[in-house]
């Protein structure tokens, strides 16, 4: 298991920008690094991944204003979103993944999208 330890999550109006951070207690190149969000009443969604190597995922839905990055001398994984809107308010989680399996999940950090 790995630990995660999020920050960054907040309110923010629409059009604006956060930038969450992930600190893991571990990494290797075999861990894919994400983040997933949870609406009320939804269930919980891919929002973007990267790879050791830098290769990036992302959801249609924050194509274009979400940018996701890894430092992995630091253990740390970024998720930059910008051109906030409503429909992005959510729970965001941190996680790790190796060969497909989870291993390792965030407390979650609230970000609210609202005037």
């Known amino acids: 298991q790995v630990q995660l330890v999020e920050s960054g999550g907040g309110l923010v109006q629409p059009g604006g920008s956060l930038r969450l951070s992930c600190a893991a207690s571990?990494?290797?190149?075999?861990?894919?690094m994400g983040w997933y969000r949870q609406a009320p009443g939804k269930e919980r969604e891919l929002v973007a991944s990267i790879t050791s190597g830098g290769n990036t995922n992302y959801a249609n839905s924050v194509k274009g204003r979400f940018t996701i990055s890894r430092d992995n001398a630091k253990n740390t994984v970024y998720l930059q979103m910008n051109s906030l809107k409503p429909e992005d308010t959510a729970v965001y989680y941190c996680?790790?993944?190796?060969?497909?399996?989870?291993?390792?999940w965030g407390q979650g950090t609230q970000v609210t999208v609202s005037s």
């Open positions: 571990t990494t290797s190149s075999t861990h894919v």
């Open positions: 996680n790790v993944r190796r060969f497909g399996v989870h291993i390792g």
